[in-house]
């Protein structure tokens, strides 16, 4: 399985919850460190870039017999309030990309209004119900931005058009565009850093997020290893 984070140090907390040693792995425009069954890796900060990075990894697989049965989209995240508290996990029922479309008059379009493209993937139900179950993540919609929210007004904006949206972060919808063109199931799972809303980097717990997100993988290893891969995306 192929674990796609935004940055090294985001897959070195998914790498601490396996004992096994590292063997690194170069595909074109990336490095996979495959490690306790997983394969990491750090896709860059964004959808568009980690949408290059994870459709690159898997058609290295692809083509070399070895074709991924799931990727997950991994890391740190703001957390809607109070839904959503600093340190806690969320698992996406609902990857969806909250700024693709066109402002109007009445508001802003997603850009299936407009008549084209998708804004939203959501993952096999049974696997986040099962993720949930282990990990003790809450169930919501997790949304993918290229801009991170840094206001009170922006934060309401955003919940208004998605009330279930429980955190927000900016690869998860490019990973999902990935593994759809490829049909690979898709997972999120998200730790919280930061309440969602003004920019505060005092009030940031990166330590504490990136500890829960290693105490994820963690509980996460054997349910992984052995969920049937045959339930695709919808």
Not at 111 to 126: A, C, I, K, Y
Not at 165 to 188: D, K, N, R, S
């Amino acid at each position: 399985m192929l674990v796609a984070t935004a940055v090294s140090v985001e897959s070195e907390a998914v790498a601490a919850a396996s004992s096994g040693t590292a063997q690194e792995i170069r595909i074109p425009g990336a490095t996979l460190h495959r490690t306790g069954g997983l394969d990491l890796l750090a896709a860059g900060v964004g959808p568009a870039r980690a949408a290059s990075s994870v459709s690159a990894a898997l058609t290295a697989a692809a083509l070399g017999g070895a074709p991924y049965a799931l990727v997950v989209c991994a890391g740190i995240a703001g957390g809607f309030q109070p839904g959503a508290p600093v340190g806690s996990l969320v698992v996406a029922d609902d990857i969806v990309v909250a700024d693709l479309g066109a402002e109007a008059p009445e508001g802003f379009l997603p850009v299936t209004e407009l008549g084209f493209g998708t804004v939203s993937h959501r993952p096999p139900e049974s696997l986040v119900r099962e993720t949930a179950s282990v990990t003790g993540a809450a169930v919501g919609t997790v949304l993918t931005v290229s801009t991170v929210t840094g206001s009170t007004a922006r934060a309401a904006e955003l919940r208004a058009r998605h009330p279930r949206a429980l955190a927000e972060a900016m690869e998860g919808f490019g990973v999902a565009e990935a593994a759809a063109a490829h049909g690979v199931p898709v997972l999120e799972i998200r730790a919280v850093s930061n309440p969602v809303g003004p920019r505060d980097r005092a009030a940031w717990r990166i330590g504490e997020a990136l500890a829960a997100l290693t105490g994820a993988f963690g509980k996460l290893g054997p349910l992984l290893e052995s969920w049937n891969p045959h339930e695709r995306t919808h």
